[in-house]
């Protein structure tokens, strides 16, 4: 763990984890101002519609921008940030015209249970007015990933931080505006975070807007060949996706939006520090793509890294998941009934989150090794693994069947990707390189078996409660990664001596 990047880690987890708070202040407002039926189901559908149509671009900047981008002269820079700006824009506009047309033939297949629990004429209209945020979370997103390529990191934080906070004002002051109120508070978030990137890509790139438009340009073939794999990918996930809510919505109403409340608190751990370790890892190993012992070191580096800071927040989510559900989840209109299917299904997804975590680093590492297609492979399997399960699992556990299935493919993908990458010497992981790690794990498991315990017999507050994990998970963290902070602080030592001789 280098100085810089413990700067940025805090920094970025500051701000990462103040949105996040305010994000399950959000989420504990709308369950307990709406509870778990049509509002909440449609606004958990809604929410995650946008980003999943818009995750077939996305794939596409993910995989290969940043490493292109990196290889040209100022000159070819701004070239390659017009042309895919005003072809995203087209792309983007049209999308939302199809889809604004034939909203209904959309929605049959992927909620065909809420046409027999709701009412859809109220459902499709919602929908309509959501679509409008393709275009904005489009220009968001890509001003962010050009930041992002000149290493801009702080920004990426702000998205939760603006939405949330808009959102929970529109709730103490407003909310008998309903879905429609809330999907407005986001569309005026992102509008706002647009105006704030914008600017700042300004004043840190000499890049200038153009007006550009060629799809026969080298450089955009070029990422477009590389991620031609990518967007399969992407596919194949958003087929998972409707399987994974079609099935949901023919459950008991609620389904969807108890999946979606345990999936917020599981995937607290890639969004705060899976994000920053990938974030962080992907413009430094690409300007090292032309060495590949350096790639491999660093590599190495920032999965170990990424390992000793996940582990101990996954752990301890395991033991603690019913408080943490009843905590965060458990007023007003929410039945104590739903609350314990949150904290079920969030053990179901945690180690899936873990998973994430990995899958999404080492993709990253193929990206740059330009092997795309095997990426692909490793997903089909992924995909496939997901869908058997669901409709394997769905019917003997029900909704916990979907999270469970999750988690496993998750599992499945990276076991693959591990393997590939060692034989292809991307890599030279050992499990002599994970023995640290295993050994604190063990460690740890037992230490959170024995928080556990403490906290069911001698705390009943629900305050000492919240305060005695919140101590736990903060001492957890500190101690699987003393070493790494020892060191850092040895170095700073070292220079101030310095500077003083």
């Known amino acids: 763990m280098s100085k810089k990047f413990f700067k940025l880690f805090f920094s970025m987890s500051f701000l990462l984890l103040f949105g996040k708070a305010l994000g399950f202040i959000r989420t504990a407002l709308i369950a307990s101002t709406y509870g778990a039926g049509f ?15 818009y995750s077939i671009f996305s794939t596409f900047l993910a995989c290969s921008f940043i490493p292109r981008y990196l290889l040209l002269d100022a000159e070819g820079k701004n070239r390659l940030y017009n042309i895919i700006l005003n072809l995203g824009l087209v792309i983007m506009i049209v999308i939302t015209a199809a889809c604004l047309i ?13 046409f027999d629990i709701y009412d859809i004429s109220k459902v499709v209209f919602i929908t309509r007015i959501n679509l409008f945020m393709l275009i904005i979370t489009f220009l968001v997103n890509y001003i962010m990933v050009v930041l992002q390529a000149h290493e801009v990191f702080l920004y990426l934080a702000l998205e939760g931080l603006i939405l949330n906070l808009i959102t929970i004002a ?39 807007y153009k007006f550009m438009l060629s799809i026969k340009d080298k450089d955009l073939i070029d990422m477009a060949k590389l991620s031609m794999p990518m ?120 180690p899936g989150s873990v998973a994430y975590c990995i899958k999404n680093l080492y993709s990253k590492l193929f ?39 999750t988690s496993i493919s998750y599992c499945v993908t990276v076991i693959f990707q591990v393997a590939v990458a060692n034989k292809k010497k991307y890599t030279s992981l050992r499990w002599l390189d994970m023995r640290s790690c295993c050994v604190r794990l063990i460690i740890l498991i037992m230490a959170g078996a024995v928080s556990n315990c403490i906290l069911n017999l001698f705390l009943k507050n629900r305050d000492l409660q919240f305060l005695y994990i919140a101590v736990i998970y903060f001492a957890s963290c500190i101690l699987f990664n003393i070493k790494d902070i020892r060191k850092i602080f040895s170095e700073n030592n070292e220079v101030t001596n310095e500077k003083s001789f």
């Open 170 to 208: 529109y709730l103490f002051c407003f909310p008998q505006a309903g879905v429609l109120g809330l999907l407005l508070c986001r569309i005026l978030a992102y509008s706002l975070l647009l105006i704030i990137v914008f600017l700042k890509l300004h004043k840190v790139t000499p890049l200038k």
């Open 231 to 350: 967007l399969g990918i992407t596919v194949l996930w958003q087929l998972n996706y409707v399987v994974d809510k079609s099935m949901a919505s023919g459950l008991q109403s609620g389904s969807i939006a108890c999946l979606n409340y345990a999936n917020t608190i599981s995937m607290i751990i890639y969004n705060v520090i899976g994000y920053i370790v990938s974030t962080y890892a992907y413009p430094t190993l690409s300007k090292n793509q032309s060495n590949p012992v350096k790639i491999d070191e660093l590599f190495k580096n920032y999965l170990l890294l990424l390992l000793q800071l996940v582990l101990p927040v996954f752990i301890l989510t395991v033991f603690f998941s019913g408080y943490i559900s009843a905590f965060l989840y458990g007023h007003g209109n929410m039945a104590n009934g739903s609350v314990e299917v949150i904290a079920r299904i969030l053990t179901m997804y945690l």
């Open 39 to 53: 509002i909440t189901d449609l606004y958990s559908f809604e929410d995650s519609f946008i980003n999943e149509v």
């Open 367 to 405: 990206y740059i090794k330009q092997n795309t297609k095997v990426v692909l492979y490793f997903d089909i399997i992924g995909c496939l693994t997901n869908i058997a399960l669901n409709l394997i699992l769905v019917k003997i556990m029900g909704v916990y069947g979907l999270a469970l299935a």
């Open 102 to 114: 034939f909203t209904k033939p959309l929605l049959h297949i992927l909620v065909p249970g809420f």
